[in-house]
């Protein structure tokens, strides 16, 4: 927790629908161990996905929060409105050497990986095969201004190689080591959108000094890339506590589309908050 002045946590939601029972517990866990620290927890708006972001599902997050019991310091960071900062980031990495275009459309990539059987394999499938990583610059130069749509990636190799080994303590887990090679050229910048979720957040982690990250054990992978990214950025590190999913009765995960445990819903159906926390579990660890 080096190069924090105090302990905060945040829980980070997409408005792009309704809260519903999992993220009443990721809002919790995050408030719970804020208040372990003794230190505040914080709510960031992440939307920058604005053709799938609402100002009314923004509206219902902090309703249903506040209906929950939660609070936190005013203004509310929402990252739609930090796209230069992330620019400039974007930017030093850059002109450090270490990102390069790619025009590849997801069935291109969907191709290449199928006539490429052996293509490295991360947590969420195959890797992007790294097409546009051997592009000449000129032509890739001249592609853009063609005005040819295409995102920005980090060249995955070079990142690692200057960062040197890594590693990230989460505190259930204990000191995991960052396998760079398990995350590929990640993008940096979406075809549709000047960012990414791995860039916004690294970014936003350390403006809003996060010292302790907790978010689902599913983004455990994504840590990985947000380590390579602090260190490149000169960015601290926070600690990290990975929460376990919570399940539905036929155990799949809880997801937008299921429409009767939103907490709208279930506010409406007569749930109180009290009701939510034990449907969630009083044990939060
Ligand atoms: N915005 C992300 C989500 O809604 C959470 C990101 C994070 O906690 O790092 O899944």
Known sequence: MDGFISAATRFAPSPSGFLHLGHAYGALFSARQATAMGGTFLLRIEDIDLARCTQAYEQAIYEDLRWLGL??????LRQSDRFPVYHDFLHTLEEGGLTYPCFCTRRE?????????RAPHGPDG???PGT???????????RIAAGQVHAIRLHMDRAAHMTGPLT?????????????????DIVLARKDVPTSYHLSVTVDDAFQQI???T?????????????VLQTLLGFPTPVYRHHRLLLDSQGRRYAKRDKAITLQALRKAGKT????CQMVGEDTK
């Open 273 to 276: 908050p009290q009701d939510i």
């Open 132 to 142: 546009c990583k051997h592009l000449d610059p000129m032509i890739a130069k001249d």
């Open 168 to 184: 990230f303590t989460d505190l259930d887990r204990g000191i995991i080591t960052v396998v760079p090679e398990s995350c590929g």
């Open 71 to 76: 609070t936190w310091p005013d203004p509310v």
């Open 211 to 213: 010292s302790c990250v």
């Open 126 to 128: 195959a890797l992007y």
């Open 215 to 227: 978010r689902g054990e599913d983004l455990l992978h994504a840590t990985h890339i947000h380590r």
């Open 109 to 117: 990539i969907r191709t290449e990986v199928a006539n490429a059987p």
